[in-house]
């Protein structure tokens, strides 16, 4: 193997996926706050995850804390619910 193919060995088995992740609420004020008055509201929040590193990330599990009580729904872009593959596993109670 020569220096030039030993370099780009060498660069690939060092190569990552790095990720960044993103939340915001939807329908918030500019400052990213949701003010209201209501003693019940419904929340949708938008979570982004991109790959920023040099490799290709093969399949990724997002794990996601929300206080325990929460009726929380995975839903797709437009809001349309997503079903029950994608409902959320509860942790078991202590």
């Given at each position: 193997?020569?220096?030039?193919e ?71 872009p ?17």
């Amino acid at each position: 193997m020569g220096r030039e193919e030993h370099a780009a060995f060498l660069r690939e088995l060092r190569a990552r996926a790095r990720f960044t992740i993103t939340a915001r609420p939807l329908e918030a004020d500019p400052d990213g706050v949701l003010r209201t008055d209501a003693t019940r509201v419904f929340v949708r929040a938008e979570i982004g995850l991109a790959n920023v590193g040099d490799k290709a990330a093969g399949p990724t599990t997002l794990n996601v804390l929300l206080p325990a009580g929460l009726d929380a729904r995975w839903c797709g872009p437009g809001g349309e619910e997503l079903g029950p593959a994608w409902e959320p596993r509860r942790p078991p109670r202590c």
